[in-house]
């Protein structure tokens, strides 16, 4: 099986990830509950590594979020 993600974009991701300090997240159209999760629990682990981020959603979440 092919891997998905290989060890050279995992490098440049992760330089990119430390050398910025502003990262704005965003995930697909009419977010579901697995999308939305996903993409704050990204916002989380990157504020805790001490980046400002910013989570933008294409449309609002599901009311069954609120």
Not at 22 to 38: F, K, M
């Amino acid at each position: 099986m092919n891997r998905i993600l290989n060890r050279v974009d995992v490098e440049r991701f992760k330089e990119l990830i430390d050398k910025s300090s502003h990262i704005v997240l965003t995930c697909h159209v009419r977010p579901d509950g697995d999308a939305v999760g996903s993409t704050l629990g990204l916002k989380h682990m990157l504020a805790g590594m001490g980046k400002d981020v910013h989570v933008v959603l294409p449309d609002q979440a599901p009311k069954s979020l609120a």
